[in-house]
């Protein structure tokens, strides 16, 4: 799979991924877990956690890594909660778009890092299950 295709199959399983946590699981969970703004909002959201996965997320794995490798990488749950908290601080400068993303409670943040890390765990392994042959 090239880079082109892998993009775009990461933007399509955030995009995905942000609809599933809004519609049909965030209901069940505590706290809030609120995307305002439709498909529209799903899909910038996606851009967004894809920008900072591919610049931000390799620093945070560095700085953390003596963390990941004590906790045998149990600590990618708070790298991915650090990313939620990064990705709802920078959506209110982008007012034009007309639309918001909120997490109000702390646990939302937990919770919604392991799903974010069990998720982007299966789109990886059904990207490199085209490899074997």
């Known amino acids: 799979m090239g880079f082109a295709q892998k993009m775009v199959f990461s933007l399509l399983g955030n995009v ?11 209901p069940y969970l505590p706290g809030d877990f609120l995307v305002e703004g439709g498909w529209r909002a799903y899909i910038f959201l996606a851009i967004l956690l894809g920008v900072l996965n591919t610049f931000v997320r390799p620093f945070l794995d560095l700085l953390t890594l ?14 991915n909660a650090l990313l939620l908290w990064l990705l709802e601080a920078i959506v209110p ?13 702390w646990k939302m943040y937990v919770i919604g890092g392991v799903i974010l890390g069990l998720f982007h765990g299966v789109f990886h392994w059904f990207e490199g299950a085209g490899h074997h042959r």
């Open 16 to 26: 995905l991924l942000f609809w599933l946590m809004d519609i049909h699981i965030a």
């Open 66 to 79: 003596p963390f990941r490798l004590l906790t045998l990488g149990l600590f990618s749950i708070v790298i």
């Open 93 to 105: 400068y982008f007012t034009f778009l007309d639309f918001s993303f909120a997490i109000h409670d």
